[in-house]
C-alpha cells in the first residue's frame, strides 16, 4: 500500500505514514491540525519530458507544418497557372503583331476536329499544356481575331528537346501574319536563335500554299530557293532548322479541312457572263 503524506497546517511539518502523528514533533500540535496530501493525477502528456509528450508535440508540429506548406503551394500553384495562361496569351497576341490588344475582346478560341468541325465543351488552353497529345486524340485548338485572322499552334522536336509556337496567319488563309516560337534546349547562338524576333520575322509574308497545295514553310539549308514557301535555314543549326520544317509542316496539316473551308468562304465568286456577251461569244 503506497505511503500516505500528511502536512502540519502550522509549521508545514510533512510526515509520511498511514495516518497523521498523534502531535506534530516540530510544533507539538495534535493530529487534528494535519491535512493528508493527495497525489496529483498527471495527464499522460503532463510531463514535457517523457515521451508520449515529444511524439504528440512532434506529431502536432508536423501537420501544422504540413498543412501550411499544402496551402503555400496550392497559391504558388495558382499564380504559375495564371502566369502559363497570360504568357500564352501574350504569345497568341504576339503573332499577330496585336501585343496592345485584349486578348478576351481580339481573340475567340475554340476546338476543331479532323474533319475542321468546331467541338464544344473543350478547355482550349488545358489542351495546349500536352499539344502532341492533344494532336493524337484528334483535337485541334485554334484561336481566331476579330479581323479574320487565326493563329494555329505547333509542336515540334528540335535538336535537343520539344520546340514550340503559333503561326498567324492572314484573312487568305495562306500568308504567314506573323510566328512566335520557344523551345526547352536547343543551343544558343545557333538552334536557339528560332526564338528570336529577327529570325522569325523571315516567315512574315511566307505562304502555305502554292495553288490549291498544301507546301508549308521549308528552312532550306545554304538559303533559300524558293522565296514564297522557304526560309534560310539556320547557320549551324541544322538539325534544329529540319525540326522546325518538320514542326510546320506536321502541324499546320492537321488544320487543312478548317483552312481549305475558310479558303473558300472567302474567295470571290467567279464573274457572270452577260447574255449580250454569251451571243456575241456564239457568233
Known amino acids: 500500500?503506497?505511503?500516505?503524506?500528511?502536512?502540519?497546517?502550522?509549521?508545514?511539518?510533512?510526515?509520511?505514514?498511514?495516518?497523521?502523528?498523534?502531535?506534530?514533533?516540530?510544533?507539538?500540535?495534535?493530529?487534528?491540525?494535519?491535512?493528508?496530501?493527495?497525489?496529483?493525477?498527471?495527464?499522460?502528456f503532463s510531463d514535457k519530458n517523457g515521451n508520449a509528450y515529444i511524439i504528440m508535440y512532434s506529431t502536432v508540429m508536423v501537420v501544422?507544418?504540413?498543412?501550411?506548406?499544402?496551402?503555400?503551394?496550392?497559391?504558388?500553384?495558382?499564380?504559375?497557372?495564371?502566369?502559363?495562361?497570360?504568357?500564352?496569351?501574350?504569345?497568341?497576341?504576339?503573332?499577330?503583331?496585336?501585343?496592345?490588344r485584349s486578348y478576351d475582346e481580339f481573340i475567340d478560341a475554340y476546338v476543331v476536329d479532323k474533319d475542321g468541325r468546331r467541338v464544344d465543351g473543350e478547355d482550349v488552353f488545358a489542351l495546349l499544356n500536352d499539344l502532341p497529345g492533344t494532336f493524337e486524340a484528334g483535337k485541334f485548338p485554334i484561336f481566331e481575331a476579330r479581323d479574320g485572322r487565326v493563329v494555329i499552334p505547333v509542336t515540334g522536336m528540335g535538336l535537343w528537346g520539344p520546340v514550340w509556337g503559333y503561326v498567324a496567319l492572314e484573312k487568305d488563309m495562306n500568308t504567314v501574319a506573323g510566328i512566335i516560337m520557344a523551345h526547352k534546349g536547343e543551343t544558343p547562338g545557333l538552334g536557339a536563335e528560332i526564338a528570336t524576333p529577327k529570325y522569325q520575322a523571315n516567315f512574315v509574308g511566307k505562304t502555305i500554299f502554292d495553288g490549291d497545295k498544301f507546301v508549308s514553310v521549308t528552312l532550306r539549308k545554304g538559303g533559300a530557293k524558293d522565296p514564297a514557301h522557304e526560309v534560310d535555314a539556320i547557320s549551324g543549326g541544322t538539325k534544329t532548322s529540319d525540326?522546325?520544317?518538320?514542326?510546320?509542316?506536321?502541324?499546320?496539316?492537321?488544320?487543312?479541312?478548317?483552312?481549305?473551308?475558310?479558303?473558300?468562304?472567302?474567295?470571290?465568286?467567279?464573274?457572270?457572263?452577260?447574255?449580250?456577251?454569251?451571243?456575241?461569244?456564239?457568233?
Open 64 to 100: 501544422i507544418v504540413a498543412t501550411l506548406l499544402a496551402l503555400a503551394a496550392l497559391g504558388l500553384q495558382k499564380r504559375q497557372y495564371e502566369n502559363e495562361l497570360n504568357e500564352k496569351k501574350h504569345a497568341i497576341l504576339a503573332s499577330l503583331s496585336a501585343g496592345d
Open 1 to 44: 500500500m503506497a505511503t500516505k503524506k500528511f502536512k502540519c497546517n502550522v509549521c508545514g511539518y510533512i510526515h509520511e505514514g498511514d495516518a497523521a502523528p498523534a502531535n506534530c514533533p516540530v510544533c507539538g500540535v495534535p493530529a487534528s491540525e494535519f491535512t493528508e496530501l493527495k497525489p496529483e493525477k498527471k495527464g499522460l
Open 243 to 283: 525540326g522546325v520544317t518538320a514542326m510546320l509542316y506536321n502541324s499546320l496539316e492537321n488544320y487543312l479541312p478548317l483552312l481549305e473551308a475558310k479558303r473558300n468562304a472567302t474567295a470571290p465568286a467567279p464573274a457572270e457572263v452577260s447574255n449580250e456577251e454569251n451571243v456575241e461569244n456564239n457568233e
